[in-house]
């Protein structure tokens, strides 16, 4: 059996336990916080104009505010905007559209984060780990948006 053949089963039989679901969840969490630090590492310590020293013209908020937008309104709504299409591809049922559709919606949420080149690599794959999550926990709208939650806290911290 061909590595796309089983990886395309594993995808297609959702897990239906709440363990299951809460160890995908945890262990996408723990691969992109693993990768995301190995790529920023890499970046900053090899091409450091990539994360240039920020200039922001506004009145600094406190650290309420930006837990709050940060670990909960963006996972929110990030989700919302970036997985749901994916529902809305499975519901097409052409073949290779949720494939097409997760790759696109991650590449845009690459480029929202930051707005560069070289945010696709680094939040371009966490996009691709939220689609596995959210489509191997059954189309899971809390699934990604709790993932999101915790790496989005790590980073915080």
């Not at 309104?73 to 559209?97: C, D, H, T, W």
């Not at 699934?143 to 915080?156: A, D, E, G, P, Q």
Request: with cysteine.
């Amino acid at each position: 059996m061909r590595i796309i053949d089983r990886f395309k089963e594993h995808l297609s039989t959702p897990e239906t336990t709440l363990f299951g679901k809460f160890k995908n969840i945890l262990f996408g969490a723990i691969l992109y916080i693993g990768w995301g630090s190995f790529m920023i590492w890499i970046y900053k310590t090899y091409i450091p104009e990539v994360f240039p020293a920020p200039s922001f013209n506004y009145i600094p908020h406190s650290t309420e505010y930006i837990f709050i937008i940060t670990c909960i309104f963006a996972p929110l709504f990030e989700e919302v905007v970036y997985r749901l299409p994916l529902s809305i591809a499975k519901n097409m049922q052409i073949k290779g559209m949720v494939m097409y559709t997760a790759i696109i919606s991650s590449v845009l949420f690459g480029q929202a984060h930051w707005g560069g080149v070289w945010t696709v690599p680094i939040q371009g794959i966490l996009g691709l780990i939220f689609c596995w999550v959210y489509i191997k926990n059954g189309y899971s709208y809390l699934s990604s948006v709790f993932m999101h939650f915790l790496i989005n806290l790590y980073f915080f911290y």
